[in-house]
């Protein structure tokens, strides 16, 4: 059974703290998508990561696909309460499946 | 103009009725996908469809059945529901070999 890995499960921060989430698997990704889901809503694309090595910036996000792309880590710098949600890595896998990750819930308090 | 809308936002009922959720996505995108999200919020793909065939078919009961009568459409149908199906079920869509899904705001399913 193909697994993604996401450490720590639970993260409360105050704002304005810097923090990594990590994503790991066994599996090879053609892709590494992230996502973040607020309650009641589905996920929400925030990022594809498609080449080993890759780094991704988005405003205060950076992402980041590990060189055998069997991993990916998410950090935040200067979080904002805003930034609070739970955070979804995804592995495209082939036959056009995608599998999440365990979810990681992210709490920023002002 | 929602990208990919679903309905009913939410379901209750009895166990052993028969219910179906429908799914519909203006974005033009050739696969469409049903995933479970379960009370730990962990989310497992249930089926996919490329204009309109079954692509993934994941081990799901047979009581759950998609039906996809145009690449814009997607339904799941749930025969003999049990108090197990309660869960939260999301649609997605994409365009093939694009990278990023869109999701739907999801049903919650409750069966009492």
């Known amino acids: 059974t193909q697994l993604l890995e996401q ?40 990022v594809t990561v498609v080449t080993g090595g890759e780094v991704k910036k988005l405003k205060r996000l950076t992402f980041q696909f590990g060189d055998a792309r069997k991993d990916s880590s998410l950090h935040i710098t200067a979080a904002q309460p805003g930034d609070t949600g739970l955070y979804l890595c995804a592995g495209q896998l082939p036959a056009d499946k995608l599998i999440f990750g365990t979810g990681t819930r992210l709490q920023v308090f002002p | 103009d929602t990208a990919v809308s679903q309905t009913p936002k939410y379901l209750v009922t009895q166990m052993g009725n028969d219910k179906s959720i429908k799914c519909e996505q203006n974005l033009g995108h050739d ?36 039906k996809s009568p145009d690449k814009a459409h997607l339904n799941l149908h749930i ?34």
């Open chain 1, 7 to 46: 450490s720590p499960q639970f993260l409360s921060i105050q704002e304005g703290e810097n923090l990594t989430v990590y994503c790991n698997s066994s599996s090879v990704f053609s892709s590494l998508q992230w996502y973040r889901q607020e309650p009641g809503e589905g996920p929400v694309l925030l």
């Open chain 2, 31 to 66: 696969t469409m996908y049903w995933y479970k999200q379960d009370s730990k919020k962990f989310l497992k793909i249930m089926f996919s469809y490329n204009n309109k065939e079954l692509i993934i078919n994941e081990t799901v009961p047979n009581r759950f059945s998609p």
């Open chain 2, 79 to 112: 025969n003999s529901l049990e108090l197990g199906d309660s869960a939260v079920y999301f649609c997605a869509s994409s365009q093939v070999r694009s990278y990023g899904y869109t999701f739907g705001s999801g049903t919650r399913l409750t069966v009492v």
